[in-house]
């Protein structure tokens, strides 16, 4: 009975470990993940500065490839895990610049999402604002509203919205 | 001391950061290096009246805000080539507004030098080898696309002895143009800035100053070396100096996240 178990428990693992292992956008258990993000750096102009970035964007963990655009100060990045957000912004504000845009990507299978209400996406928890109820569907790209991820005088068009209060980091999106 | 040259030649490679419209030959920006950076430097100059001076530096982006420098210093103007002495600096960011291609920063600075003693017959007050004392500044920079505007106002006080003069006030203004490439596709594109700099000093304690004019040109390779040609010479004043001015060469190299990781943030 207990070999039984054991065996039973290592092909689950086994299971887990492939299904992560192998899909870029649909991790273990069926649940859609962040394939990449697209982001605009503002305060500067030259590739030194910008190659300051990529550096710092390169290095995170979860982070695949980074593809960058120098005249745009633009950077295309390409995840391999679930990402940690705020770090994509602090890898910019460290390198001594600010983030002017910050969008996702997410392939999604019907989930519904209704203005002023959460949705957990890729484990990670999204408060959407300025959007009208519909069902999301293919390839969504999310637009994160939060101080710090845009220019003050935009994030002033979003600050008005119910403000999330939930104990976890919760990121405000818009479509 | 060849081998010194040498070394920062070979160093020459690779050194990014800031803006390079900013990186500024004679001053510094008030924009800092990228946090968990180290820079290196290898500053030479040869003065108008024969003397030479190096001066290696490394620099650390400690954070987003602070940034500090450390700098030794060894030339001729003894009897023999020797050790001079070192510097301290530091410098943090007060303010910074961000836009697409453009921003304008603010930040304080300090200095602290120290030289082997050599009693000051000259007013002017030289915190890069020449003299002990310290000094304290702003400096606000704004970058307009590829046009990059700085200016500067400082205090600076003479710790050793001699009869010459111990306080200043300083002031520089900066401007920084990048010239090549035309249009970025990649890192490895050199890139081309054409620097002018105004650096001035009047002293507090009697009636005697200098204004010089610094123009330089400045090549950035694989966005990550960096090196500086400048001259500088005086245009007015009739301070008593060691030298009004001299040919200066900077190599200087630079490693972004040096150390670390930036994945838990700041």
Same mark, same amino acid.
């Given at each position: 009975?207990?070999?039984?178990?054991?065996?039973?428990?290592?092909?689950? &693992?086994? =299971?887990?470990?492939? +299904?992560?292992?192998? @899909?870029?956008?649909?991790?273990?258990?069926? #649940?859609?993940?962040? $394939?990449?993000?697209?982001?605009?750096?503002?305060?500067?102009?030259?590739?030194?500065?910008?190659?300051?970035?990529?550096?710092?964007?390169?290095?995170?963990?979860?982070?695949?490839?980074?593809?960058?655009?120098?005249?745009?100060?633009?950077?295309?990045?390409?995840?391999?895990?679930?990402?940690? &957000?705020? =770090?994509?912004?602090? +890898?910019?504000?460290? @390198?001594?610049?600010?983030?002017?845009?910050? #969008?996702?990507?997410? $392939?999604?299978?019907?989930?519904?999402?209704?203005?002023?209400?959460?949705?957990?996406?890729?484990?990670?928890?999204?408060?959407?604002?300025?959007?009208?109820?519909?069902?999301?569907?293919?390839?969504?790209?999310?637009?994160?509203?939060?101080?710090?991820?845009?220019?003050?005088?935009?994030?002033?068009?979003?600050?008005?919205?119910? +403000?999330?209060?939930? @104990?976890?980091?919760?990121?405000?999106?818009?479509? | 001391?060849?081998?010194?040259?040498?070394?920062?030649?070979?160093?020459?490679?690779?050194?990014?950061?800031?803006?390079?419209?900013?990186?500024?030959?004679?001053?510094?920006?008030?924009?800092?290096?990228?946090?968990?950076?180290?820079?290196?430097?290898?500053?030479?100059?040869?003065?108008?009246?024969?003397?030479?001076?190096?001066?290696?530096?490394?620099?650390?982006?400690?954070?987003?805000?602070?940034?500090?420098?450390?700098?030794?210093?060894?030339?001729?103007?003894?009897?023999?080539?020797?050790?001079?002495?070192?510097?301290?600096?530091?410098?943090?960011?007060?303010?910074?507004?961000?836009?697409?291609?453009?921003?304008?920063?603010?930040?304080?600075?300090?200095?602290?030098?120290?030289?082997?003693?050599?009693?000051?017959?000259?007013?002017?007050?030289?915190?890069?080898?020449?003299?002990?004392?310290?000094?304290?500044?702003?400096?606000?920079?704004?970058?307009?696309?590829?046009?990059?505007?700085?200016?500067?106002?400082?205090?600076?006080?003479?710790?050793?002895?001699?009869?010459?003069?111990?306080?200043?006030?300083?002031?520089?203004?900066?401007?920084?143009?990048?010239?090549?490439?035309?249009?970025?596709?990649?890192?490895?594109?050199?890139?081309?800035?054409?620097?002018?700099?105004?650096?001035?000093?009047?002293?507090?304690?009697?009636?005697?100053?200098?204004?010089?004019?610094?123009?330089?040109?400045?090549?950035?390779?694989?966005?990550?070396?960096?090196?500086?040609?400048?001259?500088?010479?005086?245009?007015?004043?009739?301070?008593?100096?060691?030298?009004?001015?001299?040919?200066?060469?900077?190599?200087?190299?630079?490693?972004?996240?040096?150390?670390?990781?930036?994945?838990?943030?700041?």
């Amino acid at each position: 009975m207990t070999k039984i178990l054991a065996l039973a428990l290592g092909l689950l &693992i086994a =299971a887990a470990v492939h +299904a992560g292992g192998n @899909a870029s956008s649909v991790r273990a258990g069926g #649940t859609p993940s962040f $394939s990449r993000a697209d982001l605009v750096a503002s305060g500067l102009t030259c590739s030194m500065c910008s190659n300051s970035i990529y550096k710092a964007l390169v290095a995170l963990p979860f982070v695949e490839k980074v593809a960058p655009d120098v005249e745009h100060s633009s950077f295309a990045i390409v995840f391999k895990g679930t990402p940690d &957000i705020d =770090a994509l912004k602090q +890898a910019v504000v460290g @390198a001594g610049f600010s983030v002017d845009k910050l #969008t996702l990507t997410i $392939s999604l299978d019907h989930v519904p999402v209704r203005n002023d209400a959460y949705v957990t996406l890729d484990g990670l928890a999204f408060y959407f604002v300025h959007v009208t109820d519909a069902t999301l569907n293919g390839e969504t790209t999310l637009r994160v509203v939060d101080k710090g991820f845009l220019p003050a005088k935009v994030y002033k068009q979003y600050s008005g919205a119910a +403000a999330a209060k939930d @104990a976890t980091r919760v990121y405000h999106v818009t479509i | 001391m060849k081998k010194m040259i040498l070394w920062g030649l070979a160093a020459i490679a690779a050194s990014p950061s800031l803006h390079a419209q900013e990186l500024y030959v004679f001053t510094e920006p008030a924009s800092n290096m990228a946090t968990r950076s180290i820079g290196l430097r290898l500053d030479n100059t040869v003065y108008n009246n024969g003397a030479y001076r190096v001066s290696p530096e490394i620099m650390w982006g400690a954070s987003r805000r602070w940034m500090v420098h450390v700098a030794g210093y060894a030339s001729d103007m003894g009897r023999t080539f020797g050790p001079e002495g070192g510097s301290l600096y530091a410098k943090y960011r007060v303010f910074a507004h961000d836009e697409v291609h453009r921003h304008f920063r603010v930040a304080l600075f300090g200095k602290v030098a120290s030289v082997a003693s050599r009693p000051a017959y000259k007013d002017e007050i030289d915190l890069s080898g020449t003299n002990t004392g310290g000094q304290m500044g702003v400096v606000a920079t704004q970058l307009l696309h590829k046009l990059a505007l700085s200016g500067s106002a400082s205090y600076t006080q003479r710790w050793d002895g001699g009869p010459a003069s111990r306080q200043a006030f300083g002031y520089t203004a900066s401007a920084g143009l990048l010239l090549l490439p035309r249009h970025y596709t990649n890192y490895r594109q050199t890139n081309l800035n054409l620097m002018c700099e105004l650096l001035g000093a009047t002293a507090l304690d009697k009636r005697a100053g200098y204004a010089d004019i610094a123009p330089a040109l400045q090549l950035i390779f694989h966005s990550i070396a960096r090196l500086d040609m400048g001259y500088r010479t005086q245009v007015a004043g009739s301070m008593e100096r060691w030298a009004t001015g001299g040919l200066f060469v900077r190599l200087e190299y630079n490693i972004l996240n040096a150390y670390g990781s930036h994945s838990k943030g700041r």
